[in-house]
């Protein structure tokens, strides 16, 4: 435990100059009501999302599908930004539901051999641990590393490895304490054993960057509703393009054939790009949505967003303690520029004396978003929050 303080792709403006979070919490609606801290749990939309929605709603209630190849465009906006986030090429994603959905792509569709194994943290979300346990039906084990809190040691992650070991999944953020790995070194890691890297980004993406092309990361998936600020029900799963077949592809449909407009085409065959694997009909709001979200997000540089992020979860911890919090999260700073920043927006912490339940339900009757994660409460901090908003959580804690 540590206690130590310390519209279309082409037409989007992406803004140079340092982010005015003024302006993003005014397009932030939550923001007028709630002191909103439970972004790693679900976020509230931005108002550009909440129009986009609006709009699609409307438009499929007035006129059905007369109008649905103009939704359709906006599938594509959400992969081309969904790339450009990641530094990827559009053929290397695949527009997903969840995070989960991504996860067993890789589990279920890579080559396994009976006697392989597969390495990841034990204090993984069971999305990134169930479908790589389910495996065991196929003779491949599941390693579990041990970690303190969500926090994990590069060499106890290397000492699980031996020859056998196919696969090293991780989360870039940990979802309880906010512990943030290293995806170069982790990446690094397993290829130098021979093995790939799967990230499962939810936790990091939107808030820190992230360039599979300078990382070359194996696998990737992550919703799109938690620092995405889009919809529940759409996420992006990347592929890279080297491994597009390695994997079995699975859940194919109608939407994998490269002639999936044409419903009467008798040849089966795959699409080259990670689309193969979309393989029904899409949730086309909620992409309609997660397309605005990255939109959004694309005109605040990302660099700037986290260390805002950084900067306001760091205020929040220092004043939590201050007030008589025992902080779980791992929150020291880095001494120098060149050591990995174990930070997050993530915040985990116990007020003594108190159940931790009975102390949400109290926030939340205050207006103040906190959850439970562990037997701790966690807050999760986005740029737009507020040193105001902080005082509120505070003043909430300490009302009871």
């Not at 609606?29 to 550009?48: C, G, I, K, L, W």
Request: aromatic share 10%; hydrophobic share 40%; glycine share 6%.
């Amino acid at each position: 435990m540590s206690t130590q303080i310390s519209t279309e792709s082409s037409n989007i403006d992406i803004r140079s100059s340092a982010p005015a979070w003024k302006e993003f919490r005014e397009r932030m609606p939550v923001a007028r009501t709630f002191a909103y801290f439970d972004h790693a749990a679900v976020s509230p939309f931005p108002q550009p999302t909440y129009d986009a929605v609006s709009d699609w709603a409307t438009n499929m209630t007035e006129c059905g599908d007369a109008q649905w190849s103009q939704w359709a465009t906006r599938l594509e906006v959400a992969r081309s930004l969904s790339a450009k986030l990641i530094n990827a090429e559009d053929d290397e994603i695949a527009l997903v539901r969840n995070t989960t959905e991504g996860i067993n792509y890789v589990a279920e569709g890579f080559p396994w051999r009976e006697g392989d194994n597969v390495v990841i943290p034990a204090d993984e979300f069971p999305s990134n641990r169930y479908p790589w346990q389910h495996l065991a039906r196929r003779g491949v084990e599941t390693r579990l590393v041990p970690c303190q809190n969500g926090r994990v040691e590069v060499d106890d992650i290397a000492a699980a490895f031996d020859g056998r070991t196919r696969m090293l999944a991780a989360s870039w953020v940990d979802y309880s304490t906010g512990w943030r790995n290293d995806p170069a070194v982790l990446c690094e890691l397993a290829h130098s054993r021979g093995a790939y890297f799967f990230l499962d980004a939810i936790q990091g993406l939107g808030v820190f960057p992230l360039d599979v092309q300078s990382i070359p990361v194996d696998f990737l998936a992550a919703d799109g509703h938690k620092w995405l600020l889009g919809p529940e029900g759409a996420g992006l799963f990347y592929l890279r393009r080297e491994h597009l077949d390695l994997l079995d592809p699975m859940g194919v449909g109608w939407n994998s054939a490269v002639n999936a407009s044409d419903y009467t085409q008798q040849d089966w065959k795959l699409k080259p790009t990670a689309a193969r694997y979309e393989g029904g009909t899409y949730p086309v709001g909620c992409f309609v949505g997660l397309a605005a979200s990255l939109a959004f997000l694309a005109e605040y540089p990302q660099p700037d967003t986290g260390a805002r992020v950084l900067h306001i979860s760091q205020h929040a911890a220092e004043e939590l303690k201050s007030a008589g919090a025992e902080i779980v999260s791992f929150r020291e700073v880095p001494a120098d520029s060149t050591a990995p920043d174990r930070r997050s927006g993530i915040v985990a912490f116990t007020w003594p004396g108190q159940d931790p339940v009975q102390v949400r339900k109290r926030c939340l009757e205050q207006d103040v978003v906190i959850s439970c994660r562990a037997g701790r409460l966690r807050i999760s901090l986005h740029a737009y929050n507020t040193e105001e908003d902080v005082a509120r959580l505070i003043s909430a804690l300490q009302a009871g």
